[in-house]
């Protein structure tokens, strides 16, 4: 494929919900990469804009509304201001935070509708769907719990299943009942509008499979999954009263899907920061176009808005969707609803001017491949041991020992040694380094190479000793210092993407402006004589009663949700005893078991059964390592129709209990009892 030339680059990032604050997830999974990528492109001198905003509408609004006993609006008005205070305060620079219940995303999403209805690119159907007699209105898939199917997980969604990660319709669910109400949903007949997914599936495969190798692995794969089951058409309107409402005749009543709404806003506050010109953002085909989100949201950024705006016919396509995994919290997963989450807001109020120290944590743990991990110790471990004491350290020291041997100016070098050449060597390709690894979105790896250019300084200034030669060699020490500093500014240069309000500090220290992408890695980045600011600490040690003080906070929460979560789930509905004996449940022994491949859930069991063995999938890889369930007694219903899980013929079911917290424990004979022996 002839390589795309680029003139500007539009970076999105993903529409936080205006239903909640934002917490550290967020801000790891899409923000601070997006923040840095921007930051990084302006400092080349390159066109670039970071669009943002807040996603308004949607079913989860007018529940909280419900509930609170206010509008939609008084929520969406509450959360937008709240979130984009927090954005602005930790230093994401959009260049527009709009939100999806203004009028220009308002015209924006009924033109493109109409558009597309024009074409002739809708389905109309009437169809049956179910309706919440308690609650008055129709559920959406995701206020629709039930039994999987396919893996027999009682919790499982109108839309997916988490356990075996099966795409769902809420009809296909076992036992359904409203999330909302608890009731029984029943259904009713509506029509809506469609986008038929399935049309664009082959042009899908080529502008994906083919054509966009390059993308992150977790990102390609979960499309090729989607791609390989086959797509469907998806409804693009539902019954509501808060959305946009579907702007065409005969629709009253109705609003435009929250999916078909969101991805549109970063056209429509595109357009809102740049009314005269915002087609070249959006329709010039030499714009690169980059979405940040989290990998919840790959589908709809891979899938459904290409899909999307091919109909429509006059947009670009995402160049790249360099999707993150999930980070947890204290080893465990973060809940808004639980309140399991350090929120944005909280973060800086309890920990004041410290927001490079976060966006510099979330950076080193970020979830770029697989889920990670967020711990306050770590926290205090990274700022302690990285920021004060190997880039805080030398630049202080650099910046200390020019104060006192050389009056506050940049000294003069005399002549290098073999050692000064290496070191100066040593940093020469940082700006190659760094560009390759964030052109290719390696934040991660490119802060670490950042980091390696101040322990490149530390090193060098702890093998020349130069408070020791200034007793005797002052011109030596005139040298060291010169190159220290001149690391010093190259670091400010280095980590400005990651550091912001660090690195202004760092340039009025060394009293210059901030130098230019393209002299990273020049050794002359400060002339000799240059007066040099008044030198403070850059980071400063965080103690361990600020770190218990947040670890409480998370203890209290964990207290109170098990005080709330000690009440067990209601019973079903009541069964003849007839129904229960046609349940065959066995105990049997794991012989073997093994992680599914790229399934995060599953593990594949070979079962002795007492009847020459089985195989059996089951979702509980979060719980339970292959090796500690080989050689264990369990009970499965042996009499369930086989079903192939990511191409595995499962021939029963694992049972387990599901604790509050969402962890499962598999359910064991209290003594070992003879393969296949039935449980009654």
Known sequence: MEEKKIKRTLITAALPYANGPVHIGHLAGVYVPADIYARYLRMKGEEVLLIGGSDEHGVPITIRARKEGV????????????????????????????????????????????????????????????????????????????????????????????????????????????????????????????????????????????????????????????????????????????????????????????????????ISNTKELCPDDWEKWWKDPETKLVHFIGKDNIVFHCIVFPAMLKAEGSFILPDNVPANEF????????????????????????????????????????????????????????????????????????????????????????????????????????????????????????????????????????????????????????????????????????????????????????NIAPPEWNRLGSATLLEAGHPLGTTELLFEKIEDDAIEKQIRKLLETKKENEATEKQAPPIRETIDFSDFTKLDIRAGTVLECIKVPKADKLLQLRIDDGLGGRTIVSGIANDYKPEELVGKQVCFIANLAPRKLKGILSEGMILSAENADGHLAVIVPEKNVLSGSEVK
Request: proline share 5%.
């Open 327 to 510: 980070l947890n919290l204290e080893g465990e997963k973060i809940s808004t609803s639980r309140n399991w989450a350090v929120w944005l807001h909280e973060y800086l109020e309890d920990l004041p001017g410290k927001q490079d120290v976060l966006r510099y944590v979330l950076t080193a743990n970020a979830p770029e491949t697989k889920d990670n991990d967020f711990t306050w110790k770590d926290f205090q471990a990274h700022n302690n041991n990285e920021l004060v004491a190997i880039l805080g350290n030398f630049i202080n020291r650099a910046l200390v020992l020019t104060g006192k041997y050389f009056e506050n100016k940049v000294p003069t070098p005399c002549e290098l040694t073999d050692y000064d050449k290496e070191t100066l060597n040593g940093f020469a390709g940082v700006k190659t380094r760094l560009e390759r690894l964030l052109d290719t979105y390696h934040f991660r790896d490119a802060q670490k190479e950042a980091m390696n250019l101040a322990r490149v300084g530390n090193k060098y200034l702890a093998d020349t000793e130069p408070w020791k030669l200034a007793k005797t060699d002052m011109n030596r020490v005139a040298t060291i210092l010169n190159i220290s500093l001149q690391i010093a500014a190259n670091l400010s240069v280095a980590f400005r993407p990651f550091l912001p309000f660090s690195m202004e500090k760092l340039n009025k220290m060394l």
């Open 71 to 266: 509008t939609p609006q008084d929520i969406v008005d509450r959360y937008h201001l709240l979130i984009k205070k927090s954005f602005e305060d930790f230093g994401i620079t959009f260049d527009i935070y709009s939100r999806t219940t203004s009028e220009t995303h308002r015209q924006t999403v009924s033109d493109f509708f109409r558009t597309l209805y024009y074409k002739g690119v809708f389905i109309e159907r009437t169809s049956e769907q179910y309706y919440d007699e308690e609650a008055k209105l129709f559920l959406a898939d995701r206020y629709i719990m039930g039994t999987c199917p396919h893996c027999g997980n009682e919790r499982a969604y109108g839309d997916q299943c988490e356990a075996c990660g099966t795409s769902l319709s809420p009809t296909d669910l076992k036992n359904p009942k409203s999330t909302i109400s608890g009731s029984v949903p029943v259904m009713r007949e509506t029509k809506h509008w469609y986008l038929p997914l399935d049309q664009y599936e082959p042009f899908l495969r080529e502008w994906i499979l083919e054509e966009h190798k390059e993308w992150k692995p977790n990102v390609y794969g979960q499309c090729k999954s989607w791609l390989d089951m086959g797509l469907q058409p998806r409804a693009v309107s539902r019954d509501l009263d808060w959305g946009i409402p579907v702007p065409v005749e005969g629709a009253e009543g109705k609003v435009l899907y929250v999916w078909f709404d969101a991805p549109i806003g970063y």
